[in-house]
């Protein structure tokens, strides 16, 4: 092994403790809080250790692919219940993301590029997902989502790579991981429309492609298959599994567009893309409002990136088309373009809490092998000038980049971490009822009185806790005490609750208990 390729090889293992550092840093405390739709996946995870029916797909809170709540109950069961164990599966896939993104793109441009640019690329993209802000983001919450981006890097690194060199491994290895992609997160139905176009791309760039390939094809088919039955069994079985919260928040939906649905898509899709580079995601749990997703550096490169890519198909599509060239070059754009719409499109279909990041996860990889491709192109015009010229303006690149790691670090773990807005979209208060509850004795009866997705989260981190008791603010009325040692927690403040309590103990005195984030709950005692 050469001295240059040990040299990329340290740098790759840099930039992925880099990564997963920035993603495993301070995860018991920020996000600030856990929010209840993390604390679902903990609840079932929990229920699936203790009886032991670990689900292909669990049908609580609108339904979700039961892989990510396996791996989850997983960590519980060797690793005890606690926040670190609950977001570690998302830490874990947003890091080998960084792996796998690195793989991909390094194998996506060997036969094009020389190693040398080719590596240059692979790590400047590996780079940007493991600093990236968004990235960050997701990788320290537990969704499920996670996984996707994971899923399908690896997928198509073993499929690209069967195609250069015809091993029936890759193909196999690619049409399992592939297939899993269906335990992942709902939006990977749509991914198969992504092979469905690159087949087509392939029997136009690639003489005798089916002749050639028809047996590999075959293997990824069969393989891809094994690994879908499982869920698609679930989906027989289950009909009502299938049709997820989607359908009702749809852009194509009457009740959606009312009557316009080519306005409310083309609604929905500029949203989707001004995401990237002028105004992101609003919510507070996928982004830090109202900046877009993507810092300067690499938003303004993901533009470039995918401009270039954009002219360089047209003009091969062109040439194949007017002058029967076959270039395979060709297929390489056609992935990137149809990779990025394609997966962009679960969110621009959608018509709910635009722009949202989230859904469009799955372009999150493709987004920054654009952003890549621009960089690259910096430095190969940089290598035209002078030795010395040359050496400056590479420094300047170098530290430019350095720049954007540092600043999305900064920006996450300091002035995100540190703002309400984000403590109240995790709903923190419930974590700090969370907390309260540890320090009182075990014989003290415990009232929290919490609606039903409110409560999971102080449940879950208090499991089997004893004398712990829920109530819905609806039914107070129903709060009787077995004996004089008790406290009654209430999540929000609600005063007519309140009153009711107070009038009915007449002996608790009411206090609220405020956090530093100026969050509060509330106890009568």
Not at 59 to 69: D, T, V
Not at 428 to 433: A, C, E, T, Y
Request: glycine share 4%; net charge positive.
């Amino acid at each position: 092994m050469t001295k240059k390729k040990i040299g990329i090889y340290i740098l790759l293992f840099a930039i992925i403790v880099a990564g997963f550092s920035l993603r495993f840093f301070n995860i018991e405390n920020t996000p600030p809080g856990v929010y209840p739709d993390e604390a679902v996946n903990a609840f079932d995870a929990i229920t699936a250790n203790e009886t032991g029916h670990y689900q292909m797909f669990y049908p609580a809170n609108n339904g979700r692919e039961g892989l990510f709540m396996n791996l989850i109950a997983f960590c519980f069961k060797f690793f005890g219940i606690s926040v670190l164990t609950l977001r570690l599966p998302a830490i874990l896939s947003g890091t080998l993301t960084i792996l796998g993104i690195y793989l991909l793109t390094k194998e996506l441009f060997t036969p094009f590029f020389t190693e040398n640019r080719r590596e240059r690329i692979a790590i400047i993209a590996a780079y940007f997902v493991a600093v990236s802000y968004w990235a960050i983001n997701f990788s320290r919450i537990s969704f499920r989502a996670n996984l996707l981006p994971l899923d399908l890097v690896f997928a198509f690194y073993f499929l690209f790579k069967g195609v250069r060199t015809k091993r029936y491994s890759d193909f196999i290895i690619g049409g399992l991981i592939f297939g899993i992609g269906i335990h992942t997160y709902i939006a990977f139905r749509i991914a198969p429309a992504i092979l469905v176009v690159m087949l087509i791309s392939f029997i136009i760039s690639r003489e005798n492609f089916l002749k050639n390939y028809w047996k590999q094809i075959l293997v990824f088919a069969i393989f891809t298959t094994i690994a879908v039955l499982p869920m698609l069994y679930t989906f027989y079985v289950h009909p009502e599994y299938f049709v997820s919260r989607s359908a009702s928040i749809s852009v194509l939906s009457p009740e959606v567009n009312n009557g316009h649905p080519l306005q409310a898509l083309l609604r929905s899709f500029g949203l989707s893309l001004v995401m990237f580079n002028f105004w992101g995601d609003q919510n507070w749990r996928h982004n830090f409002p109202p900046y877009p997703n993507l810092d300067i550096i690499s938003g303004t490169a993901f533009l470039f990136g995918i401009i270039y890519c954009f002219i360089r198909l047209f003009h091969l599509f062109f040439l194949r088309i007017k002058q029967k060239i076959r270039n395979e070059k060709m297929d390489l754009y056609v992935f990137l373009i149809v990779w990025f719409f394609i997966m962009l499109s679960p969110e621009f279909l959608t018509s709910e809490g635009l722009p949202h990041s989230l859904r469009a996860i799955g372009v999150l990889p493709v987004v920054f092998i654009f952003s890549a491709i621009a960089i690259d192109y910096i430095f190969e015009h940089i290598q035209k000038y002078t030795p010395t010229m040359k050496k400056t303006l590479s420094s300047i690149t170098i530290l430019i980049l350095i720049s954007v790691g540092i600043f999305n670090g900064i920006k996450y773990h300091v002035f995100w971490a540190n703002r309400t807005e984000a403590a109240d979209a995790f709903e923190k208060p419930l974590m700090d009822v969370s907390a309260y509850l540890k320090t009182l004795p075990p014989e003290k009866e415990k009232f929290v009185i919490a609606e039903n997705m409110q409560r999971i989260p102080i449940q879950v981190f208090n499991w089997r806790m004893p004398n712990l008791n829920f109530v819905y603010s609806g039914q107070v009325e129903y709060l009787e005490p077995k004996t004089n040692n008790f406290i009654i927690i209430f999540t929000d403040k609600n005063d007519e609750a309140i009153n009711y309590l107070e009038n009915k103990f007449p002996a608790l005195h009411f206090s609220e208990i405020k956090d530093s984030f100026g969050l509060s709950f509330y106890i009568l005692q």
